[in-house]
């Protein structure tokens, strides 16, 4: 049985414009969900992306089927690349977001998105989604991608582990942590805000 992904990319890397279009349709949706949830940010999501086409571009060359799927590499691709960029807005947010502003401006914490709803987000689908978030957000680095990996594209832990160059035991504890943590921040879980039916 042949794999469409492995004809493709192989026809990619010898430059078939039709192949770089057939995988890139193939994979853009899944891959820019990955990217929303791991940075959190549509915007950062799109620049990611961007970064992680070219890159793929850039090393179709370099992938071999022996080494697992198509699909396993290209996340590995972006997982990296995600956490790279985490690392970089870390950096370049850390000290700065909580200085003092200069008289009569607002410091730049005041203008993070509060993760209280506001009357537009409403509903308990709505507020789960944003706890949800949060405790998601307590997640390592390694974690979310593990838990996204899994559950958001559905790859075996043997793809993750490939994806995330770790082990098959490692990737089954990233995840199994990641989604252990989750319960824990969500237990008992309650709308923090009630409904004003009478």
């Known amino acids: 049985m042949s794999d469409p992904d492995r004809t493709l990319a192989r026809r990619a890397s010898r430059g ?5 279009a057939a995988l890139y349709e193939r994979y853009r949706a899944k891959l820019f969900g990955y990217l929303t949830r791991s940075l959190g940010n549509p915007a950062l999501a799109e620049d990611v992306f ?13 992938y071999r089927p022996s080494g697992g799927t198509f ?24 000290p700065e977001l ?7 401006e607002e410091r730049r914490i005041d203008h993070v ?10 509903g308990t689908g709505r507020l789960f989604a944003r706890d949800l978030g949060l405790a998601f957000e307590s997640l390592s680095n390694r974690q979310k991608s593990a838990v996204l ?10 793809e993750i582990a490939r994806a995330l ?23 008992g879980w309650a709308p923090s805000e009630t409904n004003d039916e009478a």
Do not use: C
Request: hydrophobic share 40%; proline share 5%.
């Open 16 to 20: 078939d414009r039709q192949a770089v």
């Open 71 to 94: 699909r396993a590499w290209l996340f590995r691709v972006a997982a990296n690349a995600a956490i790279d960029r985490l690392r970089r807005e870390a950096i370049r947010a850390g």
């Open 113 to 122: 998105v509060s993760p209280e709803p506001g009357p537009e987000r409403s």
């Open 50 to 62: 961007q970064e992680v086409w070219i890159k793929v571009m850039q090393k179709i060359g370099t």
């Open 98 to 104: 909580d200085a003092p502003a200069a008289e009569g």
């Open 165 to 187: 160059s770790v082990r098959e035991g490692t990737a089954k504890t990233l995840v199994h942590r990641g989604i252990l943590r989750l319960r824990e921040k969500l237990s």
């Open 149 to 158: 990996l899994r559950h958001q594209q559905g790859l075996s832990y043997p």
